[in-house]
């Protein structure tokens, strides 16, 4: 395991808090009645610390890595003001149904710097999806850090047959608060520039959550957001210890797409949500990593410490 | 005209004028210096380099100089040659972050050294690969081959690789010298084909301590300028011997065979060194196969040793005395090689030993000449032409059965 410990502080960011962290924007109302979601992104250039005292170059959104996990609910009408104050040009290209004009890609949203541009569409279709920069070339881009989770919750109202499911996945109901909900995006960092990967991790310091395990209070079920956005490796992974979970491919129905499994496999770019729950289980601490061991022992690879409710 | 002022100065005051020369050439001394140390107070305070500033991060470069595998895991020395101060972040070891310590911690200095030690569960027999990350995320590598227990400063290994050195080098120079008596019946013609063979099988030795002295220079962190410190050590000790063997005119009988035997025992150490090195890094599985061609290899050493002498019978403690001096350091070379010193070292040694051989190649060479009688032609002789053969040709067919 890495040696040492990453100045948070410096980071202006901490894998601890960034892991249950959700940017819900500015909410308004439209005059036809829809809500108006709007959220602030900046690219910067920033030098970040992804393991202890290893330094790297990287380009953020919103000076962290990976950028801020944004969430709305479906149907929301979306503005994304962007800034790019970093030193090359860059984009947002969303996961997610857009006109081409939104789409990111060179001659649609890609910025140079100094620039803005607003990026306006609609919150669809609902699931756990992505967001990264699609300036060229791209494997740069995005591995030197440009990527975030992007999170639409499903309407309860337009799926009157699994509203209570659409209700548990919407942020800020009762229903929802009843979930310990977390947000991992599986990032990795070339520090040499050789086109492989030195560094591997969930939320982009390499063990920070083997040092620092995420608490689960027993009772409650966990829903996890994970997005692949490891470059170069054509492959990445999410395995469960002593647990099986059920799995929802890109988390686009209210259904499970894969049920009882402590395996699952994402290219990159492939996201979904887990569910699963500790609560037959003995209090203590579970591992997850990939099962893909050179990954493991690079840095990704962290813990639950699952413990008793606290009263 | 010159002459005419001088010798009127120098009658006018004599003494005064020295003293006033003296002090005149002192102030040259001075001046460049306080020059030098002026231009680098102004690089430093002013800065005018700034511009060549891009943002760029510092050039970094890490040596691996040794490597020890024991019970407690992998230590290894590293030497930092980097433009600014080296700092160690992570280390690897096959694509594993590992836990480590660095004595002494913090940056390394350009030029300064640190041991990294890894509590790592190495496998006997395998290879394995250390990563070291830096600060700034780049990555050194060195590969461990074959992992094998690195020799302990013990009695018990030290005095087995006494036995393997004297293998290699005091066994096959003492039965060469063993020759001494069978071949001191030969004629001016078997003198030269036997002086001719020195000449050969030096030859051979020179090339091949030049050979592994620069590419184990090559290996040696770079602010040493490995491939320059060879020639250069090699060019000295060359040097050095040729006047000290010239003293007293050219060396000839037993200073000459001294002198081989000298130039052998310095290759021997580098020989020796090698071996040494090869083994504590798993390199080489010393087999008995290898062992006995080294002591093949190396019989002609002894033969070479008595050509010089066999004119005039030397004391018998000479022939001690010559056998340990070619062959001894082959032991001394192996028991430092086999604590895993590092390339610069073996490299200076080899080089040394290079500087060596190639004064007794010149002197042989001019002995050659002069027992003969016939000066250089004696060198293009049917039977030095031979000599020569024969001495390049076993060498280079013995040398097939060590070389791995």
Known sequence: MTVGDVDAARNGFDPSALVTEWETGTVSLLPDGRTLRTFEVTAEDKEIEIAPGIMFPAWTYNGRVP????????????????????????????HGIHAARMDGVPGAGLIDPGEEFVYEFEARPFGCHLYHCHALPLKRHIHKGMYGAFVIDPDPARHPDQADVARSRLL?????????EFVMVMNAFDTNFDNENEIYAVNTVAHAYMKRPIRIVRDKPVRIYLVNVVEFDPIN???LHANFFDYYEQGTTLTPTLRTVDLITQVQAQRGILEFTYRDHETGLYMFHPHQSEFTELGWVGMFDVVEAVA | MNDMLGSTAAASDPVADATEKSRRSLLWLVLPLVALALAILWLLTTDPLRS???GAPPVENLTFERTILSSAGISVLVRAGGSEPMTVAQVQVDDAYWQFTQDPPGPIARGATAWIRLPFPWVLGEAHAINIVTNTGATFGHEIAVAVPTPARDSLSLFHQGVLGAFVGLVPVAIGLMFYPALRGVGQGGMNFLLALTVGLLAFLFVDALEDALELAGEAAALFQGH???VLAATASFLLLMAVGRRHGAPAGLALATFIALGIGLHNLGE?????AAFASGAAGLGTFLVIGFTLHNITEGIGIAAPILKKRPPLAAFVGLAL???GPAVIGLWIGSLAFAPQWSALALAIGAGAILQVIVEVSFFLMRSSGTGLRALVAPGAMAGLAAGVGFMFLTAMLVKI
């Open chain 1, 67 to 94: 950028g801020p996990a944004l969430r709305a609910t479906e149907g929301d009408r979306l503005r994304i003001v962007f800034k790019n104050l970093g030193s090359h040009p860059h984009s947002m290209h969303f």
């Open chain 1, 172 to 180: 800020g109901t009762p229903e929802n608060a009843g979930w310990q």
């Open chain 1, 237 to 239: 992974s999410f395995h």
């Open chain 2, 52 to 54: 060549f500033r891009n």
């Open chain 2, 228 to 230: 320059v410190m060879v």
């Open chain 2, 272 to 276: 020796g060194l090698a071996i040494g």
């Open chain 2, 325 to 327: 001096l070619a062959g």
